[in-house]
């Protein structure tokens, strides 16, 4: 509990950095119950997260009437987090910049990182209309230019990604009347009437009432901070935290869907970190470059895994080990390099002269962990580590670490029109969906920048889908 108020604390603090300073884009109003104890709407979504602003937005321009309810006191989702930037193809950027990246070669470098397994055909309609999607970013005022090594990357001119796009969309959905946005509310239950989805019961800090709608957007995100149900799809990834997610990334929308009979699709698959500190992952190359990497070791000050396996291997490993955490150790040689200053910073890691002094700040035993990494720089290794490093130059540097949700790569089945699919893969009438709660487009991998992609993509399908069809 304590961890969880915690980290509610650090997502308030972030947004009233980012976006504190800013006029709400809809006045937030909490529903009273009334009589009837029901709302009328014509599109109800479920998030006020990236996916879920895009989707509102989207409806409210194709003339319906739409109420977004967001169980948090304020908007974002982790889109407000992100530093990551937004996968392109085809745009004037790339021209410009002399590094061209097609329709189809976005297509299969999508394909080739998620091992074959993402749906071609959505996966086409993301890439066919990234192109669509950054122009509209422009067209509300945002500026990107290209990544400096990945030339399907874009990435903010200047500023923070997430808090950026969030902004803009704020500002944006002020221009409309036709949407209203209620903060604290948080949706419990789909309303499934005669085989349709007709609208979600929701409670607020007046009680429970239902909103009634002729469609539904979920937008409610993955399952950053279900790690019970991540276990449940995948056992090896059980006992992960929540520190890189925002608190109320809790797999509300699959909970919801399944409930009346959606299907999923590569639950299994889920992008996790093991070296995650709140709101930042530390690049797995400072405990496995060769010859200078540094080292991981439990709360017993010894080392436990092969640091030079895949981050997806390590995983488990530091998931076994006691409290599900690893503590992350290297030398003044590592912090030279660009991901070990980077962890030194970003992870506020703690520096000390000597091994024992890092010890005693970090909680460990100070002989203990001398007689590790004096084993270590002999070359002593029982986890079979591809490349020895050494851990000898000063200042050193620690930090603990544990398992993290960083994406969930699966979700709930869906069609080219964004709508749910039941597990019979038939659409469900009345019920859309946008974002992280959706599989189907990543399989076992998935490239940086293409989920805040697909959230404009089929945001903006889902808007136009549930208000027009």
Same mark, same amino acid.
């Given at each position: 509990?304590?961890?969880?108020?915690?980290?509610?604390?650090?997502?308030?603090?972030?947004?009233?950095?980012?976006?504190?300073?800013?006029?709400?884009?809809? *006045?937030?109003?909490?529903?009273?119950?009334?009589?009837? !104890?029901? %709302?009328?709407?014509?599109?109800?979504?479920?998030?006020?997260?990236?996916?879920?602003?895009?989707?509102?937005?989207?409806?409210?321009?194709?003339?319906?009437?739409?109420?977004?309810?967001?169980?948090?006191?304020?908007?974002?989702?982790?889109?407000?987090?992100?530093?990551?930037?937004?996968?392109?193809?085809?745009?004037?950027?790339?021209?410009?910049?002399?590094?061209?990246?097609?329709? *189809?070669?976005?297509?299969?470098?999508?394909?080739?990182?998620?091992?074959?397994?993402?749906?071609?055909?959505?996966?086409?309609?993301?890439?066919?209309?990234?192109?669509?999607?950054?122009?509209?970013?422009?067209?509300?005022?945002?500026?990107?230019?290209?990544?400096?090594?990945?030339?399907?990357?874009?990435?903010?001119?200047?500023?923070?990604?997430?808090?950026?796009?969030?902004?803009?969309?704020? *500002?944006?959905?002020?221009?409309?009347?036709?949407?209203?946005?209620?903060?604290?509310?948080?949706?419990?239950?789909?309303?499934?009437?005669?085989?349709?989805?007709?609208?979600?019961?929701?409670? +607020?800090?007046?009680?429970?009432?239902?909103?009634?709608?002729?469609? &539904?957007?979920?937008?409610?995100?993955?399952?950053?901070?279900?790690?019970?149900?991540? $276990?449940?799809?995948? #056992?090896?990834?059980?006992?992960?935290?929540?520190?890189?997610?925002?608190?109320?990334?809790?797999?509300?929308?699959?909970?919801?869907?399944?409930?009346?009979?959606?299907?999923? &699709?590569?639950?299994?698959?889920?992008?996790?970190?093991?070296?995650? %500190?709140?709101?930042?992952?530390?690049?797995?190359?400072?405990?496995?470059?060769?010859?200078?990497? $540094?080292?991981?070791?439990?709360?017993?000050?010894?080392?436990?895994?092969?640091?030079?396996?895949?981050?997806?291997?390590?995983?488990?490993?530091?998931?076994? *080990?006691?409290?599900?955490? =690893?503590?992350?150790?290297?030398?003044?040689?590592?912090?030279?390099?660009?991901?070990?200053?980077? /962890?030194?910073? @970003?992870?506020?890691?703690?520096?000390?002269? %000597?091994?024992?002094?890092?010890?005693?700040?970090?909680?460990?035993? #100070?002989?203990?962990? =001398?007689?590790?990494?004096?084993?270590? @720089? !002999?070359?002593?290794?029982?986890?079979?580590?591809?490349?020895?490093?050494?851990?000898?130059? /000063?200042?050193?540097?620690?930090?603990?670490?544990?398992?993290?949700?960083?994406?969930?790569?699966? $979700?709930?089945?869906?069609?080219?029109?964004?709508?749910?699919?039941?597990?019979? $893969? @038939? #659409?469900?009438?009345?019920?859309?969906?946008?974002?992280?709660?959706?599989?189907?487009?990543?399989?076992?991998?998935?490239?940086?920048?293409?989920? %805040?992609?697909? +959230?404009?993509?089929?945001?903006?399908?889902?808007?136009?889908?549930?208000?027009?069809?």
């Amino acid at each position: 509990m304590k961890k969880k108020i915690a980290l509610l604390l650090v997502v308030l603090l972030m947004a009233s950095i980012f976006v504190g300073c800013a006029k709400p884009a809809v *006045q937030a109003e909490e529903e009273p119950v009334g009589a009837s !104890n029901e %709302t009328l709407t014509d599109v109800l979504v479920i998030g006020g997260g990236g996916a879920g602003l895009v989707s509102a937005i989207t409806a409210a321009e194709n003339g319906a009437d739409v109420i977004l309810v967001e169980k948090m006191p304020m908007l974002g989702g982790n889109t407000i987090i992100s530093a990551t930037g937004i996968a392109a193809n085809s745009t004037k950027i790339q021209e410009e910049a002399g590094r061209p990246f097609t329709v *189809q070669d976005h297509i299969d470098l999508t394909m080739e990182v998620g091992k074959d397994l993402p749906n071609l055909e959505l996966v086409t309609v993301m890439a066919e209309n990234a192109n669509d999607a950054i122009e509209w970013l422009l067209s509300l005022g945002l500026e990107y230019k290209m990544h400096a090594s990945e030339d399907h990357h874009l990435v903010p001119v200047e500023g923070h990604f997430g808090s950026l796009m969030i902004g803009a969309y704020r *500002q944006e959905a002020e221009r409309f009347d036709n949407l209203e946005i209620k903060l604290g509310t948080e949706a419990t239950e789909l309303i499934f009437e005669d085989g349709k989805v007709v609208g979600a019961m929701v409670k +607020n800090k007046d009680g429970e009432y239902a909103i009634k709608a002729s469609a &539904v957007v979920l937008a409610t995100g993955g399952l950053g901070n279900a790690p019970d149900v991540i $276990g449940e799809y995948n #056992p090896k990834y059980a006992g992960g935290t929540g520190v890189m997610s925002t608190a109320g990334i809790t797999g509300d929308g699959i909970i919801m869907a399944t409930a009346i009979g959606a299907g999923t &699709v590569d639950m299994e698959h889920h992008m996790m970190r093991p070296l995650a %500190t709140p709101g930042y992952w530390i690049r797995e190359t400072v405990v496995s470059d060769e010859e200078i990497g $540094g080292i991981l070791v439990n709360k017993g000050a010894v080392r436990f895994t092969n640091e030079t396996a895949s981050r997806w291997d390590m995983v488990p490993d530091v998931a076994a *080990q006691e409290d599900g955490v =690893a503590f992350v150790i290297f030398d003044a040689d590592v912090a030279e390099t660009s991901n070990g200053a980077a /962890a030194i910073r @970003n992870a506020r890691m703690i520096e000390a002269d %000597t091994i024992e002094e890092l010890a005693a700040e970090l909680g460990l035993d #100070p002989a203990t962990l =001398a007689t590790t990494i004096e084993a270590y @720089n !002999n070359g002593e290794d029982e986890f079979g580590r591809k490349t020895m490093g050494k851990v000898t130059k /000063a200042p050193f540097y620690g930090v603990k670490a544990e398992v993290a949700s960083h994406y969930s790569m699966g $979700g709930l089945a869906f069609d080219r029109n964004a709508q749910i699919l039941d597990t019979d $893969g @038939n #659409p469900i009438p009345g019920l859309y969906g946008a974002g992280e709660v959706l599989g189907g487009l990543y399989g076992a991998g998935r490239i940086f920048g293409n989920n %805040t992609l697909d +959230n404009i993509v089929f945001g903006k399908i889902a808007g136009e889908s549930a208000a027009t069809k």
